[in-house]
Every structure is written in C-alpha cells, then in structure tokens.
C-alpha cells in the first residue's frame, strides 16, 4: 500500500476488512485487508490530508486537509464525496460522534457539525478560543464541551449547535475539563484555585466549589462517577463527594510536585505519582496512605493497573519493571531487570504475563505473579521502542525505529525475520483479529499476515521442530544454526513427552496425553521415526 509521499494516517474499518491511510500527496486511499490492493477510487483533496476517520458503522469516511476543508465519503462510492467541502480554517481533526451520526471538524478558530447521513451542514458553527482544546463529545453524544485554555468552558448541542445552559466560568484560566462516567456533569480545574462540578443541562453549578490554596492542574471523575479526585500545585491530591462536594478526608500530602493521578479501575485506590518518580496509593474513602512509596530509580515510562485492579504494573528509565500490590503498594515479585531503560510493560489479555521492552534492544516475558522470566530473550539489532500482545496474547509484536518482528508469545522465539522499513516506522497496529498487523512508515502502509494457530503453540514443539531438523532459527539473522548435540538433546526430549503423554496432567498448562499435539508426537517420536526412518540412538533396536 503506497502514496507519493507521507502517510498521515492509517487505521482500519471497524469490521477489519478495509484499511484506511491519508497521506501528504492529497489522497485518502481505501485498501483490501486481506490482499493489500487498492479499493475503489482515491478520495483526492487540493491540499495535503492531515486527518481521517471512519463512522462507527463503517459505511462514511471524514476527511481532514490542510488547507481547511473536510469531506465526507461514501465507502461505497469513495471516488466522489457524499457533500460539498467545508471550507474553515486548517483541520486539526475531524471525529465522529458516539453513535456516528455526526461528525466534529476542528479547525484552529471554529469546529463545525456535519450530518454523516446526509453530507449536509448543520446549522451555525462553534466558534473556539485561539488556544482551545480539541471538543469533546458527551457519552451520549448529545453535547460537545468546549474547553479553552481561558477561564470559560461552554456546552453545545449537537443538534443545534447552540450552547446548553450558561457558559462554565472560572476567574483564572482552566487547566482540565472532562465530563461524568454518565455524562450528567462536567468537572473543570483552574488556575484560580478552585475546581468546580456543573450540571451538564444548564451550566450551572452543582454546589459550591471545591478549593484549594494554589492553581488545580487537573480533576477527573471515579469509575463510577461518585467521586472527583483534583490535584494542586501544592502538591495535594484531594478527594471530593461529587454530590455534596465535601472532601472526602484530608488532603494527599506530598512534598513535591503531583504529575499524575490514576484511580484503580475497582475505585478504591488513588494512585498518585509526583516529580522525584515516586508512586504512592490512598484510599479512597479515608484519604489515608496505603503501605509505603514505591520508588523507581529513574523517569516512570508507564504504569498500568491490572484489568481486576489487584496489581500495578510499572516500566522506569532506571532500567527495571516492577509488580506492586495495588491494594497496599507491596512489591509482589521479583524486579524485572535490563540493561537499558525499560520503554514498555503490559499485562498481557489475560494478566498472565507481562511484556516488557528495553532501550537494551530486548524484550522479555515475565510470569505476572512471580516476576521470574519466561521464554527466550526476544532480542532486536537496536532499541525496542514499543511492544505489545495480540488481542488473543498468542503472538508479541515489537517494533524499533529499523524494523518490526513478531514472536510466537509462548516461547519468546521469532516468526520469522524481522521487517525492515528504509522510511522508519511510525505506528504498528494490531488487527482485531489478530492475524494481521498494519505497518506504517513515512511513504509506504504494508500489511503483514501473522501465523493464526487453532490452539496455543506448546513450548516443545519449536525444539522438537529444531531438533528434528538438525539446525535451529538464529533469532537476529534468520540463519540456521546447526546442533551439535542434536541426537542426544532429541532423545531426552522424547522421554519427557513419553512421560507428559502418560501422566495426563489436569494443569492446562501443561500439555497432557489429552492435547492432541502431544499424542503426534509422541507418535512421531516412538513409531514414525522409531520404525520407518529411525535417526541415530532413537528406534527400538537400532
């Protein structure tokens, strides 16, 4: 999938089957997921396409250009647009409501609706502050929020696009706005001390407003939406009833400078994180501490809670990842070490594991209760910038500023060799099936098919594999390495599964006489081989 010139963008159709790029050679291009070729006609532009996006049901497409216009497209017919173009100020973005029914085209004075049904105008535009931030959509779509960076915030209805009860106002500029889990209210920090909740119908406010002594950097709705956490820069992080807009208890103190806050997705926990890389957990309803800081050497990378809110996952420039219990901040395993800045961790989908990736040109796998290493090393010719798990966590993909590799995610070994891009990757995207990665580089989008397995790869198979041959894969070169011991090696392979097949072991990690995997081969090994093509010190009596 090539262009002239710069690609911009590229995703794909909600259904997967279609790719979407924009590039800086006027074009917006639909591509066939499963062959790569082109589909239909380019959607062509006057100026270099800056932005795109599909409907949620995937039958429109928005275009954004640098020379302020937008269009929209029938994916059908993608040749022509569906609506005469929009003519604004430069697109900054162009994003679909909730249900898909509008679109929200920014530009650098006025964001303006479309019917995505239609192609047709809604009436009036938004006009925005020099220096706003892009709108944001409420949950139900029905309202967009305006927050620029001065000291008032305004609601609009999509269908209007008249503004919704008064105008949100504070008497220093507002640093955050965002709305409610159910979209009912709006919370705004300020510069002026104050942070405030407003009613999302009228713009009025829901109660007095939450204060403190210095500027609020920022202030997020609870999970659910009963509480606002705000921190300052006072360096306290505070907890507030959202319904009588009490604090909650006292104040997060900290010593310095908060550059983050996370609740836990179970709500009960705040994480804060402050300037000297320190991680510290509260209680939600008492406020009080919970355990000791956490401390990582260097700049905290990336910090992820785990999907049942138990654990803490952490990536550090001091070269380690770390597991904490996230109820207490305990570390709850053994440190995760590389020899460089560690970029990335995650949990894989089922929180089984963890993936991290090093400035060391590593990437490694971890047991996620344990900390102990598993598999291979993954290693790479430069630094691994991001690393990430297929949706199902079978495969891994890693990706440097040279290449991208993917990885059986049971074994820690390559499939394959790597994929060189001459223009340097900017974003490698799973397909939600899995089986596919879309790859994208300055000039050029490639999809690259992916080995799709019908069941987990046992961690024997890729020695058995090697074995069998004589040679194995060298993991930065592709090249076959012969095995000297190749013989040997193989027969006390064959006496472990002899042994697997037989004990039937109910752990399903364990690969038991069940797996029908297992079964051919130990078949392989004490039949096939043993009595038609025996190799040496395998078959009965030869």
């Known amino acids: 999938m090539e262009h002239l010139a710069e690609i911009r963008k590229a995703l794909f159709s909600p259904d997967g089957n279609l790719v979407l790029t924009a590039s800086a050679d006027h074009t917006a291009r639909l ?69 898909g029914s509008q679109v929200l085209v920014v ?64 008497n220093g500029r507002i640093s955050s706005a965002a709305f409610s889990p159910d979209g009912h209210a709006v919370v705004t920090a300020s510069w002026d001390g104050t942070a405030m909740i407003w009613d999302s119908k009228t713009g009025l406010p829901t109660g007095d407003p939450l204060n403190h002594g210095d500027i609020v950097w920022g202030a997020v709705f609870s999970p659910e939406g009963d509480f606002v956490l705000t921190f300052c820069q006072d360096g306290a992080a505070r907890l507030w009833d959202a319904i009588t807009h009490k604090p909650v208890a006292k104040a997060m103190q900290h010593n310095e400078r908060i550059q983050r806050v996370l609740f836990n997705p179970n709500g009960q926990e705040v ?45 550090s420039a001091d070269n380690t990842s770390r597991i904490w219990n996230a109820h207490n901040g305990e570390p709850v395993s053994r440190v995760m070490p590389h020899a460089g800045p560690v970029n990335t961790a995650v949990f894989s989908p089922d929180c089984k594991r963890i993936l991290t990736a090093s400035a060391d040109k590593t990437a490694r796998m971890w047991d996620a209760k344990s900390g102990e290493p598993l598999g291979e090393e993954m290693k790479s010719n430069s630094a691994i910038i991001d690393a990430a ?107 472990k599964l002899v042994s697997a097949y037989a004990a039937d072991p109910p752990d399903s990690v364990k690969i038991g ?30």
């Open 31 to 99: 591509w066939s997921a499963e062959r790569g070729i082109q589909v239909g006609q380019e959607m062509r532009c006057d100026d270099e396409v800056a932005t795109t996006a599909f409907s949620q049901d995937g039958t429109r497409i928005i275009t954004g250009c640098k020379d302020g216009t937008a269009r929209i497209w029938d994916v059908h017919e993608a040749g022509e647009p569906m609506a005469k173009t929009l003519a604004q100020d430069k697109v900054i973005s162009a994003i679909y409501s909730p249900d």
């Open 107 to 170: 530009s650098s004075r006025f964001a303006k609706l479309w019917n995505s049904n239609t192609g047709a105008e809604q009436v009036g535009q938004i006009e925005l502050d020099p220096q706003f931030w892009n709108p944001t959509f409420s949950p139900d779509g029905k309202k967009v929020l305006i927050a620029p960076s001065s000291n008032a915030a305004q609601l609009v209805d999509t269908k209007t696009l008249r503004t919704v009860g008064r105008t949100m106002t504070h």
């Open 271 to 315: 994480l804060t994180i402050t300037e000297s890389n320190t991680l510290r957990l509260w209680d939600t309803r008492s406020g009080q501490a919970l355990g000791k800081p956490m401390q990582h050497g260097g700049e905290i990378n990336q910090v992820h809670f785990s999907i049942d809110g138990t654990r803490l996952l952490t990536a």
């Open 389 to 495: 798990f297929s949706p199902d966590g079978r495969l891994i993909l890693t990706a440097t500023d040279e290449d991208l590799q993917v990885w059986d995610a049971l074994t820690g070994r390559p499939l394959g060799p790597p994929n060189y891009y001459s223009y340097g990757t900017k974003q490698a995207v799973f397909r939600p099936s899995g089986d596919q990665v879309l790859i994208v580089s300055y000039e050029k989008a490639a999809l690259l098919d992916l080995p799709v397995f019908p069941v987990p790869c046992p961690k024997w198979l890729p020695d058995l594999v090697e074995l069998l041959v004589g040679s194995r894969l060298e993991s930065n070169t592709g090249a076959l390495i012969p095995i000297n011991d190749a013989t040997s090696r193989l027969r006390l392979l064959r006496q």
């Open 513 to 542: 006489a069940k797996d029908p995997s297992l079964r051919c081969a130990v078949w392989l090994l004490t039949q096939r081989i043993a009595d038609q093509a025996p190799l040496p010190g395998l078959g009965g009596n030869k």
